[in-house]
């Protein structure tokens, strides 16, 4: 049978989610040997979920790709947590699991999962943060007005990229979340002029967030790998103490509640690794045939 006509199995789950049809959903592919990265591409652009990952075991080695429905990114932290979970599921192992992925780029992470009475919740040590700097104090009214915000709405902090895998400008803002957009055709080129490669707004009194692709015509319902950006943000600045774990917000205002479980260690100046934590509720499974 060629590769083209071969079918490939997959796990419908949603991520940061105590229940089906919440939080973010998912594809997950247990085994994706053979398959290309534009064969990948265009399978997740067929199914429609925010992210689709894929993995392929080799002696033990779990390796995944990650892709959004325009490219293939080198880190992503729901698929991460999806596919531990799923992989939990599926070997029907009660109890505490631990699972290391090798990601594109050699890095790898490891994700610790638990299964209890039919639920499964996982955890994803992201690592020590990289903080990147900041945007510059001219550039706060360019950036709020770039998600339809007065420098009204942005908090007296700083806006900061940091990275945790991808480069996130954090533009913590005190209001106006609910009518937050992306009005900048250019935000992309916006972003890459501070360093960052995508933008989280984070509300830093009710730790709420939003998330959208760049160009604003898809809105992230639960952005795993901000969540460990946001982490740092947060002990850096005092909004959240070490060790001690806090629930970000997301999704709300598109009819998807997630809840993401963060907790930084470390001190505010010297930050030495943030986790990501939540449910993984599941919807189905499925078959597709490799385009």
Not at 202 to 218: A, I, K, P, Q
Request: hydrophobic letters at 40%; a negative charge; charged letters at 20%.
């Amino acid at each position: 049978m060629s590769q083209r006509n071969r079918s490939y199995n997959f796990v419908h789950c949603d991520v940061f989610a105590s229940r089906p049809y919440s939080g973010n959903s998912l594809a997950v592919f247990p085994d994706s040997t053979g398959l290309s990265a534009a064969q990948m591409l265009t399978m997740t652009q067929e199914l429609r979920h925010f992210e689709s990952i894929f993995l392929t075991e080799t002696e033990g080695r779990i390796e995944a790709r990650v892709f959004d429905l325009s490219e293939e990114l080198p880190f992503a932290g729901h698929p991460i947590i999806g596919a531990a979970c799923s992989l939990h599921m599926q070997c029907g192992a009660p109890g505490q699991k631990t699972w290391t992925f090798a990601l594109q780029g050699g890095r790898t992470v490891r994700v610790t999962t638990m299964a209890r009475a039919g639920r499964y919740f996982g955890t994803l040590d992201q690592g020590q943060p990289d903080f990147l700097g900041t945007a510059p104090d001219d550039s706060r009214t360019a950036f709020a007005e770039a998600f339809n915000l007065s420098t009204g709405d942005l908090s007296p902090l700083p806006l900061e990229i940091i990275s945790t895998g991808l480069k996130y400008l954090v533009v913590p803002v005190t209001g106006g979340l609910r009518d937050a957009r992306i009005m900048a055709p250019d935000l992309e080129d916006r972003l890459r002029t501070v360093g960052a490669e995508f933008a989280y707004l984070f509300n830093t009194e009710t730790f709420e967030g939003r998330h959208w692709n760049n160009d604003g015509l898809l809105e992230d319902v639960a952005t795993g790998s901000a969540a460990g950006v946001i982490g740092a943000y947060a002990l850096k600045h005092g909004l959240a103490q070490a060790d001690h774990t806090f629930t970000l917000t997301q999704g709300h205002y598109i009819g998807r509640p997630s809840a993401l479980l963060v907790t930084p260690y470390g001190t505010p100046d010297a930050i030495s690794h943030v986790t990501v934590a939540g449910e993984v509720a599941f919807v189905g499974t499925g078959e597709i045939s490799a385009p």
